[in-house]
Nanobody
Framework: QVQLVESGGGLVQAGGSLRLSCAAS????????IGWFRQAPGKEREFVAA???????LYADSAKGRFTISNDNAKNTVYLQMNSLKAEDTASYYC???????????????WGQGTQVTVSS
């Protein structure tokens, strides 16, 4: 089972930026995918963005134009650059691993512990 460790969360003012990192212990296949999800209190976990090791990516509508997902294959690490943050981006952010590029949370089999992002208005 791959191990995932997130970092980079914190408190930021609205309009600010944060970069989240997700370090994977290993890649399980050539089609390895890392996705970012978030969950606010009282809400369901929702898809944010995902990237395959080939570089193909997906974004949620809420992330398009503000968030950028990228990967560093040599470090087995995926980054989520979040710009123009809004109060509604406040949530716990999780990275997860899959073998397919998808927005469906149940297709991700390994999860990190999460990192908190708080955006003050």
């Amino acid at each position: 089972q791959v191990q995932l460790v997130e970092s980079g969360g914190g408190l930021v003012q609205a309009g600010g930026s944060l970069r989240l990192s997700c370090a994977a212990s290993r890649r399980t296949s050539s089609s390895f995918v890392i996705g970012w999800f978030r969950q606010a209190p009282g809400k369901e976990r929702e898809f944010v963005a995902a990237i395959a090791w080939s570089g193909t990516f997906l974004y949620a509508d809420s992330a398009k134009g503000r968030f950028t997902i990228s990967n560093d294959n040599a470090k087995n690490t995926v980054y989520l650059q979040m710009n123009s943050l809004k109060a509604e981006d406040t949530a716990s952010y999780y990275c997860a691993a899959s073998n397919i590029l998808t927005t469906v949370v149940t297709r991700y089999s390994a999860w990190g512990q999460g990192t908190q992002v708080t955006v003050s208005s």
